[in-house]
Nanobody
């Protein structure tokens, strides 16, 4: 099971840190990813981290602004979001899975690669 939290309302340029608490993790689900979905848009892959080796992936739209990290002792994955923009407004979901492509060489995130999903947390970037 996955539980995302930490969403809220923030002004443009501000920061938020999302958390994804993971329980019942299996060895077949090495990757934890963050996706987001804005109203009227398709779900978009944002970032991903390998639990075993810590390698990371970022979508071009967030690279340099977002940082994904893990705390294996707390079974939690974080997404630190800096320099937030109105276009970052969306419901953010965390998901677990075993992508076909290793995280270290990822070029994109695909929702079907992830079979465990948590409920989303809403991030609103607005002045």
């Amino acid at each position: 099971q996955l539980q995302a939290s930490g969403g809220g309302l923030v002004q443009p340029g501000g920061s938020l840190r999302l958390s994804c608490a993971v329980s019942g993790f299996t060895s077949d689900e090495d990757a934890i990813a963050w996706f987001r979905q804005a109203p009227g848009k398709e779900r978009e892959g944002v970032s991903c981290i390998s639990i075993s080796d810590g390698s990371t992936y970022y979508a071009g739209s967030v690279k340099g602004r977002f940082t994904i990290s893990r705390d294996n002792a707390k079974n939690t994955v974080y997404l630190l979001m800096n320099a937030l923009k109105p276009e970052d407004t969306a419901v953010y979901y965390c998901a677990a899975g075993e992508p076909f492509v290793p995280v270290a060489t990822m070029k994109a995130l695909f929702p079907p690669d992830f079979d465990s999903w948590g409920k989303g947390t809403l991030v609103t970037v607005s002045s």
